[in-house]
C-alpha cells in the first residue's frame, strides 16, 4: 500500500482539499504529497463515522482529496496507486449527489488512461461521462465548464490515438462550449474556458505533428495565459518550446522551457518534457548559453 493509503485518522479542516488542490495546481508536487495523506486519513475517519444524513457532504470531500492524490502520485509515477485512488474518487465522487463531480472525476481517471497510453479506454470513458452530463440551453457555467472538460480530454486522447478528424471534432466542440462559458473559470478544481482552449488546442496539434498549427493555437492565449494555474502555465510554455524545436527554432524554445522550469522547479523535476527539450537543445544548439547550461544542471541532463 502507497503511503498515502495508509489508515491513520487525524482531524482536517473543511477547507482542506481545496488548499491542495492550490498545493497541486502550484507544481509543488513534493509539498501536495507531503500534506495529502493526513488529509485522507481524518476525512476517512469522519466519512466512516458520520450519520447518513452527513454522508454525502463528506463523500464530496474525501473524493475531491483521494482525486488531487491520484493526480499528485500520477505526476510521481506511481501509475497504480494514482489509479486506485482516483477510481475510489470516482466511487465516492457517486454519493456526492453531484452529477457533474461525477462526472468531471472520471474525466481525471480518463486522463490517466491516456498518459498510460490507453487512448481507446481514456476516450470511451470520457465519452460516456460527457454523454451522463449534456447540458441543455439553461445550463449554468459550471455544468458547461464540466462538459467542456470532458470533450477538451477526449480531443486529447483522439490526437494521441492518431485520430486527426476525431481530435479536431472534439477540440471545435469544446471550444464552442468555451464561448458559451465565455470566460475563464475553475470549477471542481479543473480550469476551463477560452485559455484552457487554447493551451490544449496547441498541446493536440503537438500530439498530431502539426508544429506550425499549435504555434499559431497557442499565439490565442488571452493575456498571456494568465489565467492559467501555474502548473497549466508551464506545461505550456513547455509545449510551446517544443514545437518551436521541431519548426528548427532553438532560439525560440530556450526562453520558454527556462520560464516554466525557473516558474516550478518542482514540477519541472517531475516532468520528461522540459528535460527533452532541454536535451535536444543541448544537442542541437551550436553555442550552449549559459542559461541552457544552468537549465541543464537544474534538470539533471546531459
Not at 13 to 20: E, K
Not at 149 to 175: F, I, K, P, V
Not at 251 to 256: D, G, I, K, R, S
Request: aromatic share 6%; net charge positive.
Amino acid at each position: 500500500m502507497h503511503p498515502m493509503m495508509s489508515n491513520r485518522a487525524t482531524l482536517t479542516p473543511p477547507s482542506a482539499p481545496r488548499s491542495t488542490w492550490g498545493i497541486y495546481w502550484s507544481g509543488d508536487h513534493d509539498a501536495a504529497a507531503a500534506a495529502l495523506p493526513n488529509l485522507i486519513y481524518g476525512l476517512r475517519a469522519g466519512y466512516a463515522t458520520a450519520n447518513l444524513p452527513d454522508k454525502p457532504a463528506l463523500a464530496y470531500a474525501l473524493s475531491r482529496t483521494l482525486w488531487a492524490a491520484g493526480s499528485t502520485l500520477m505526476h510521481l509515477r506511481h501509475n497504480d496507486a494514482a489509479s486506485a485512488a482516483t477510481r475510489w474518487a470516482v466511487r465516492l465522487a457517486a454519493e456526492s449527489n453531484d452529477p457533474w463531480m461525477h462526472a468531471t472525476v472520471q474525466g481525471s481517471l480518463a486522463w490517466q488512461l491516456m498518459v498510460s497510453g490507453r487512448y481507446t479506454e481514456s476516450l470511451r470513458l470520457t465519452d460516456r461521462a460527457a454523454a451522463s452530463i449534456e447540458p441543455d440551453g439553461s445550463a449554468p457555467a459550471s455544468h458547461l465548464s464540466a462538459y467542456g472538460s470532458l470533450l477538451m480530454q477526449s480531443g486529447n486522447a483522439a490526437a494521441r490515438a492518431g485520430n486527426r478528424a476525431a481530435a479536431h471534432d472534439y477540440l471545435d466542440a469544446a471550444a464552442e462550449v468555451a464561448q458559451r462559458v465565455g470566460e475563464d473559470r475553475n470549477d471542481y478544481s479543473t480550469t476551463f474556458g477560452p485559455s484552457l482552449i487554447a493551451m490544449q488546442a496547441a498541446d493536440v496539434h503537438i500530439a498530431l505533428g502539426d508544429y506550425d498549427r499549435a504555434v499559431r493555437a497557442a499565439a490565442t492565449m488571452p493575456n498571456q495565459g494568465a489565467a492559467l494555474p501555474t502548473m497549466a502555465g508551464c506545461r505550456h510554455l513547455a509545449d510551446r518550446a517544443l514545437a518551436h524545436l521541431r519548426l528548427g527554432q532553438p532560439e525560440n524554445a530556450l526562453p520558454l522551457v527556462a520560464t516554466a522550469v525557473q516558474s516550478s522547479p518542482n514540477w519541472a523535476k517531475h516532468q520528461q518534457l522540459p528535460k527533452v527539450v532541454t536535451r535536444e537543445l543541448l544537442h542541437t544548439t551550436k553555442q550552449r548559453s549559459p542559461v541552457l547550461r544552468n537549465l541543464a544542471t537544474t534538470l539533471g541532463v546531459s
